[in-house]
Protein backbone atom coordinates (compact mmCIF):
# COMPACT_ATOMS: atom_id res chain seq x y z
CA UNK A 1 0.00 0.00 0.00
CA UNK A 2 3.03 2.53 1.25
CA UNK A 3 4.41 1.76 -2.39
CA UNK A 4 1.14 2.93 -4.54
CA UNK A 5 1.28 5.94 -1.94
CA UNK A 6 4.76 6.87 -3.36
CA UNK A 7 3.90 6.07 -7.09
CA UNK A 8 1.10 8.61 -6.29
CA UNK A 9 3.30 11.33 -4.86
CA UNK A 10 5.20 10.45 -8.08
CA UNK A 11 2.63 11.41 -10.41
CA UNK A 12 2.05 14.57 -8.54
CA UNK A 13 6.01 15.58 -9.09
CA UNK A 14 5.59 14.26 -12.73
CA UNK A 15 1.99 16.59 -13.20
CA UNK A 16 3.70 19.86 -13.39
CA UNK A 17 6.63 19.26 -15.62
CA UNK A 18 4.99 21.00 -18.57
CA UNK A 19 3.13 24.53 -19.22
CA UNK A 20 3.75 27.28 -16.95
CA UNK A 21 2.07 26.86 -13.87
CA UNK A 22 0.94 29.56 -10.95
CA UNK A 23 2.55 29.94 -7.82
CA UNK A 24 0.01 29.49 -4.58
CA UNK A 25 -2.16 27.05 -3.22
CA UNK A 26 -3.36 23.86 -4.95
CA UNK A 27 -5.34 21.15 -4.55
CA UNK A 28 -4.89 17.67 -6.61
CA UNK A 29 -7.58 15.10 -6.15
CA UNK A 30 -6.08 11.60 -7.54
CA UNK A 31 -9.01 8.36 -7.85
CA UNK A 32 -7.21 5.16 -7.87
CA UNK A 33 -8.61 2.44 -9.88
CA UNK A 34 -7.39 -1.29 -8.94
CA UNK A 35 -10.07 -3.57 -10.10
CA UNK A 36 -9.24 -5.84 -7.03
CA UNK A 37 -11.57 -5.41 -4.36
CA UNK A 38 -9.04 -6.32 -1.31
CA UNK A 39 -7.09 -3.53 -2.75
CA UNK A 40 -9.64 -1.19 -2.72
CA UNK A 41 -10.21 -2.31 0.64
CA UNK A 42 -7.22 -2.12 2.05
CA UNK A 43 -6.85 1.79 0.71
CA UNK A 44 -10.34 2.42 2.39
CA UNK A 45 -8.93 1.28 5.60
CA UNK A 46 -5.96 2.91 5.06
CA UNK A 47 -7.91 6.35 4.99
CA UNK A 48 -9.79 5.16 8.02
CA UNK A 49 -6.50 4.96 10.07
CA UNK A 50 -5.70 8.21 8.99
CA UNK A 51 -8.99 9.91 10.09
CA UNK A 52 -9.02 8.14 13.36
CA UNK A 53 -4.82 8.91 14.21
CA UNK A 54 -4.13 10.10 17.63
CA UNK A 55 -3.80 13.69 18.10
CA UNK A 56 -0.14 13.81 18.79
CA UNK A 57 1.09 11.24 15.87
CA UNK A 58 -1.69 12.84 13.46
CA UNK A 59 0.01 16.31 14.60
CA UNK A 60 3.80 14.62 13.78
CA UNK A 61 2.70 13.43 10.22
CA UNK A 62 1.17 16.83 9.24
CA UNK A 63 4.26 18.54 10.35
CA UNK A 64 5.57 16.36 8.31
CA UNK A 65 3.88 16.70 5.27
CA UNK A 66 3.87 20.60 6.09
CA UNK A 67 7.22 20.48 5.56
CA UNK A 68 7.16 19.45 1.92
CA UNK A 69 4.38 22.03 1.33
CA UNK A 70 1.43 19.55 1.22
CA UNK A 71 -1.39 18.45 3.57
CA UNK A 72 -2.15 15.04 4.95
CA UNK A 73 -4.02 13.17 2.64
CA UNK A 74 -7.98 13.28 3.14
CA UNK A 75 -10.71 10.98 1.43
CA UNK A 76 -12.86 12.67 -0.87
CA UNK A 77 -16.56 11.79 -0.75
CA UNK A 78 -16.43 9.86 -4.28
CA UNK A 79 -13.16 7.79 -2.51
CA UNK A 80 -10.30 10.09 -4.38
CA UNK A 81 -7.44 10.97 -2.59
CA UNK A 82 -7.03 15.12 -1.94
CA UNK A 83 -4.00 16.64 -0.99
CA UNK A 84 -3.60 20.90 -0.74
CA UNK A 85 0.10 21.61 -1.68
CA UNK A 86 1.92 24.51 -2.32
CA UNK A 87 3.47 25.73 -5.50
CA UNK A 88 6.28 28.59 -4.71
CA UNK A 89 7.57 31.00 -7.85
CA UNK A 90 10.58 29.30 -7.66
CA UNK A 91 8.90 25.94 -8.17
CA UNK A 92 6.12 27.59 -10.94
CA UNK A 93 9.24 28.44 -12.77
CA UNK A 94 11.18 24.98 -12.73
CA UNK A 95 7.39 23.58 -12.87
CA UNK A 96 7.72 21.25 -10.25
CA UNK A 97 5.54 20.62 -7.79
CA UNK A 98 6.13 20.48 -4.42
CA UNK A 99 5.22 16.59 -3.36
CA UNK A 100 9.02 15.00 -1.67
CA UNK A 101 9.72 12.00 -4.33
CA UNK A 102 10.69 9.03 -2.70
CA UNK A 103 12.49 6.24 -4.69
CA UNK A 104 14.51 6.12 -7.40
CA UNK A 105 12.68 7.42 -10.46
CA UNK A 106 13.22 8.88 -13.92
CA UNK A 107 10.02 10.73 -15.75
CA UNK A 108 9.90 11.44 -19.45
CA UNK A 109 7.42 14.32 -20.89
CA UNK A 110 6.44 14.53 -24.62
CA UNK A 111 4.74 17.92 -25.62
CA UNK A 112 1.48 17.41 -27.70
CA UNK A 113 -1.31 19.83 -28.32
CA UNK A 114 -2.73 21.17 -24.97
CA UNK A 115 -0.41 19.34 -22.52
CA UNK A 116 1.91 16.60 -22.75
CA UNK A 117 1.85 12.34 -22.48
CA UNK A 118 4.24 10.98 -19.82
CA UNK A 119 5.82 8.44 -18.10
CA UNK A 120 7.92 7.06 -15.34
CA UNK A 121 9.84 4.23 -14.40
CA UNK A 122 10.93 3.52 -10.43
CA UNK A 123 13.50 1.54 -9.51
CA UNK A 124 12.92 1.65 -5.85
CA UNK A 125 10.35 0.82 -4.85
CA UNK A 126 9.54 -0.58 -8.22
CA UNK A 127 6.68 1.29 -10.70
CA UNK A 128 6.11 2.46 -13.58
CA UNK A 129 3.40 4.57 -15.94
CA UNK A 130 2.08 6.04 -18.71
CA UNK A 131 -0.07 8.52 -19.04
CA UNK A 132 -1.93 11.99 -20.42
CA UNK A 133 -2.02 15.28 -19.21
CA UNK A 134 -4.27 18.50 -20.66
CA UNK A 135 -4.03 22.01 -19.00
CA UNK A 136 -7.02 23.46 -18.77
CA UNK A 137 -4.87 27.43 -18.59
CA UNK A 138 -2.32 27.52 -16.06
CA UNK A 139 -4.95 27.31 -13.09
CA UNK A 140 -6.41 23.68 -13.78
CA UNK A 141 -5.57 20.32 -15.60
CA UNK A 142 -6.33 16.60 -15.96
CA UNK A 143 -4.58 13.31 -15.94
CA UNK A 144 -4.89 10.06 -17.02
CA UNK A 145 -2.09 7.12 -15.89
CA UNK A 146 -1.77 3.87 -16.31
CA UNK A 147 0.39 2.32 -13.12
CA UNK A 148 2.24 -0.88 -12.87
CA UNK A 149 3.50 -1.57 -9.30
CA UNK A 150 3.85 -4.42 -6.60
CA UNK A 151 1.65 -5.41 -3.94
CA UNK A 152 2.53 -8.58 -1.80
CA UNK A 153 4.98 -9.21 -4.43
CA UNK A 154 2.51 -9.57 -7.09
CA UNK A 155 2.51 -6.97 -9.99
CA UNK A 156 -0.42 -4.49 -9.57
CA UNK A 157 -2.16 -2.30 -12.09
CA UNK A 158 -4.09 0.81 -11.16
CA UNK A 159 -5.90 3.35 -13.45
CA UNK A 160 -5.22 6.93 -11.42
CA UNK A 161 -7.15 9.98 -12.75
CA UNK A 162 -6.00 13.17 -11.32
CA UNK A 163 -7.26 16.98 -11.32
CA UNK A 164 -5.26 19.80 -10.07
CA UNK A 165 -6.80 23.21 -9.24
CA UNK A 166 -5.22 26.32 -8.35
CA UNK A 167 -6.96 28.05 -5.42
CA UNK A 168 -5.36 30.98 -4.43
CA UNK A 169 -1.86 33.12 -4.26
CA UNK A 170 -1.64 32.50 -0.45
CA UNK A 171 0.05 29.52 1.00
CA UNK A 172 -0.08 28.67 4.26
CA UNK A 173 3.25 29.03 5.88
CA UNK A 174 5.73 26.09 5.86
CA UNK A 175 6.85 24.70 8.83
CA UNK A 176 10.96 24.33 9.39
Known amino acids: MKRLIISLAMLAAVQAS ?6 GLWELTNKVKTGNAQTDQAMNALFKQLANMPPEQRAQMEALMK ?34 QQG ?8 VAGGMNISFSCTDPVSSG ?17 VT ?20 ATCPARSN
Open 18 to 23: AQNIKP
Open 67 to 100: QNGASLPQAGGDGAIIIKACVTPEMAAKKEMPVN
Open 104 to 111: KCSSKSDP
Open 130 to 146: TGALRFNGDSNYVMNMN
Open 149 to 168: SEAGGKPQNVQVESTGRWLG
